[in-house]
């Protein structure tokens, strides 16, 4: 069965830093692009971070660009978060989730990427508060 | 980024109803697009990816079309399970990921 568990998260004050971590059991963990998904309460999902198969691409949202470090170890099936200079706006659940990216050809010519995520950790709780 | 703008924001209906919610982007995105469906206090499940291919498992009710700008999710047949919030979702290489603000769907 596939799984995905997230753990590191907890208070923290403005300023702080955390490191999330997610472990990956069930699948190829080093054949997968990994994200993390955030949703502050009572909010709408928003995308945080991806990371491809061996690291050697990752994207941020603009809000985290600079303060958040996405890596994995392929090794130990783990993807992290490290996030520096929190701000109370990053108060949210935290979700790992497992990245789906394919190419689409038509004609015999590649069209297009498409990207989702097709398993989701059960998520950690951020709260930046003083 | 590209914005995705979904609409309603929510919607009653009633068990049997055919629902359409829709997705539109602020610039073309073939059919790079994905749908969610997330139920309270549970994580988010793909219904849907690249517009219209259905995921592994999920019913045969849910669909997806569109492409360049406008996407829409049809669910044919509203079953008392499929009251929850359903987000779409894109990826663009060079401008990142996005999700649209969600459509919460209710029971009339």
């Known amino acids: 069965e596939l799984h995905l568990v997230e753990s590191g998260g907890g208070l923290v004050q403005p300023g702080g830093s955390l490191r999330l971590s997610c472990v990956a059991s069930?699948?190829?963990?080093?054949?997968?692009?990994m994200t993390w998904v955030r949703q502050a309460p009572g909010k709408g999902l928003e995308w945080v971070a991806n990371?491809?198969?061996?690291?050697?691409?990752?994207y941020y949202v603009d809000s985290v660009n600079g303060r958040f470090t996405i890596s994995r170890d392929n090794a130990k099936n783990s993807l992290y978060l490290q996030m520096n200079s929190l701000r109370t706006e990053d108060t949210a659940e935290f979700y790992c989730?497992?990245?789906?990216?394919?190419?689409?050809?038509?004609?015999?010519?590649?069209?297009?990427?498409?990207?989702?995520?097709?398993?989701w950790g059960k998520g950690t709780t951020v709260t930046v508060s003083s | 980024a590209i914005q995705l703008t979904q609409s309603p924001s929510s919607l009653s209906a009633s068990v049997g109803d055919r629902v359409t919610i829709t997705c539109r982007a602020s610039?073309?995105?073939?059919?790079?697009l994905a749908w969610y469906q997330q139920k309270p206090g549970k994580v988010p499940k793909a219904l849907i990816f690249?517009?219209?291919s259905l995921e592994s498992g999920v019913p045969s009710r849910f669909s997806g079309s569109g492409s360049g700008t406008d996407f829409t999710l049809t669910i044919s047949s509203l079953q008392p399970e499929d009251f929850a919030t359903y987000y779409c979702?894109?990826?663009?290489?060079?401008?990142?990921?996005?999700f649209g603000g969600g459509t919460k769907v209710e029971i009339k």
């Open positions: 989730a497992r990245g789906r990216r394919g190419i689409v050809v038509l004609r015999g010519a590649p069209d297009h990427y498409y990207y989702y995520m097709d398993v």
């Open positions: 069930g699948f190829t963990f080093s054949s997968y692009w």
């Open positions: 990371i491809k198969q061996d690291g050697s691409e990752k």
């Open positions: 610039q073309g995105i073939s059919s790079a």
């Open positions: 690249d517009g219209s």
């Open positions: 979702q894109q990826f663009n290489s060079f401008q990142g990921l996005t």
